[in-house]
Nanobody, 120 residues
Framework: VQLQASGGGLVQAGGSLRLSCVVS????????MGWYRQAPGKERELVAT???????MYGYLEKGRFTISRDSAKNTVYLQMNILKPEDTAVYYC???????????????WGQGTLVTVSS
C-alpha cells in the first residue's frame, strides 16, 4: 500500500495550487483521508481531513482558503488551496486510514510529501 502525492510547486502569494494524493495497493476500504503540513523548524500540523461520508474538518487555518475533497472511487484525496500566503510554505503530506484486502489489517499510511513554496 502506498500514497502518491502530487501538485506541489512554487507559486506567488495570492495564487492557487491543487494537491492530489492517490492510494494504491491491496486495499479493502479507505476510511478517513487527510492532509497535514510541516513548515521548516515546525511540527507537523493538521490541514484538513475528510471521512468516507464527506464530512470535513479543518485545522486552525482559514477554512475558506483551503478545500479538501475526495473521489472514493479513485481512492484519491484533493486539497484545493487558494489565496496562498508565504506562511503556507511547507511540505504537505497526505494520510489515509485504511483496511487491507489480504489480512484486513488496519493501517495508518503517509505519503512522501510534496513541497509547496509561496513567494511574497
Amino acid at each position: 500500500v502506498q500514497l502518491q502525492a502530487s501538485g506541489g510547486g512554487l507559486v506567488q502569494a495570492g495564487g492557487s495550487l491543487r494537491l492530489s494524493c492517490v492510494v494504491s495497493g491491496s486495499i479493502f476500504v479507505v476510511n478517513d483521508m487527510g492532509w497535514y503540513r510541516q513548515a521548516p523548524g515546525k511540527e507537523r500540523e493538521l490541514v484538513a481531513t475528510v471521512t468516507t461520508g464527506g464530512t470535513t474538518m479543518y485545522g486552525y487555518l482559514e477554512k475558506g482558503r483551503f478545500t479538501i475533497s475526495r473521489d472514493s472511487a479513485k481512492n484519491t484525496v484533493y486539497l484545493q488551496m487558494n489565496i496562498l500566503k508565504p506562511e503556507d510554505t511547507a511540505v504537505y503530506y497526505c494520510n489515509a486510514k485504511l483496511i487491507t484486502t489480504h489480512r484486513h489489517e488496519y493501517l495508518d499510511v503517509w505519503g512522501q510529501g510534496t513541497l509547496v513554496t509561496v513567494s511574497s
